[in-house]
Nanobody, 116 residues
């Protein structure tokens, strides 16, 4: 059974930092593209970043480029999102996602709130 478990969310002031983690199990982590999505209240879920299988390559949505850094550790089956220079508009539930054999799998999400 594929499972994704996120952690690391919380409340932070604008300009602050948070580090999110996602631990995967039940699949070959090193062979799966891993993504972060987020969903703010009243808005559609949006893609944030992808850490491609094999390591080293990553993509980001424009609004987080230069502020967020996605990485993966295949030995620990862990996906990480380092978020710096956080803005109020980064407030959302953040989800870890992967696609395996044309099926999408999601974690339960972790809340990030940026507020003064």
């Amino acid at each position: 059974e594929v499972q994704l478990v996120e952690s690391g969310g919380g409340l932070v002031q604008p300009g602050g930092s948070l580090r999110l983690s996602c631990t995967g199990s039940g699949f070959t982590f090193s062979r799966a593209p891993m993504r972060w999505y987020r969903q703010a209240p009243g808005k559609a879920r949006e893609w944030v970043a992808t850490a491609w299988e094999g390591g080293g390559l990553a993509d980001y949505t424009e609004s987080v480029k230069g502020r967020f850094d996605v990485s993966r550790d295949s030995a620990k089956h862990t996906l990480t999102l380092q978020m710096d220079s956080l803005k109020i508009e980064d407030t959302a539930m953040y989800y870890c996602q992967t696609r395996i054999n044309d099926s999408d799998y999601w974690g339960q999400g972790t809340q990030v709130t940026v507020s003064s």
